[in-house]
């Protein structure tokens, strides 16, 4: 199931999600780990500290794994909504943010 998907972002716990998500952590975790890489790679930011991107999932309850061992540890607020496909997001990219914005923290 495609999912649409919105969440705040804590700025001093971005280091440590850039770090899980570069270093194969998250990657490496199954099912879903190369998933939830692609949607950050993928994620917009659209207002402050508000991102947003375009998920699937195969879980009964929308994201539930991805939110307890991953999402839930960095981003709160989190919001879903089912959509037929994915679509266009306006913003700027998250992940060019996070790579700038700990840059001075790791390598990567």
């Not at 500290?49 to 540890?73: G, M, Q």
Request: charge should be negative; charged fraction near 25%; aromatic fraction near 12%.
């Amino acid at each position: 199931m495609e999912y649409r998907v919105r969440a705040n972002f804590i700025l001093s716990k971005l280091p440590a999600f850039y770090k899980v998500l570069v270093d194969g952590t998250v990657a490496n975790q199954e099912p879903d780990g190369a998933e939830i890489v692609a949607s950050m790679q993928r994620a917009k930011i659209i207002a402050p500290n508000t991102i947003e991107w375009f998920e699937t999932c195969y879980c009964a309850s929308p994201l539930k794994h991805e939110r307890v061992t991953v999402y839930d540890k960095y981003l709160v607020n989190i919001e879903t909504a089912l959509v037929e496909k994915h679509g266009e997001i306006e913003g700027d990219s998250f992940w060019s943010f996070l790579q700038n914005h700990c840059k001075n923290h790791f390598d990567g």
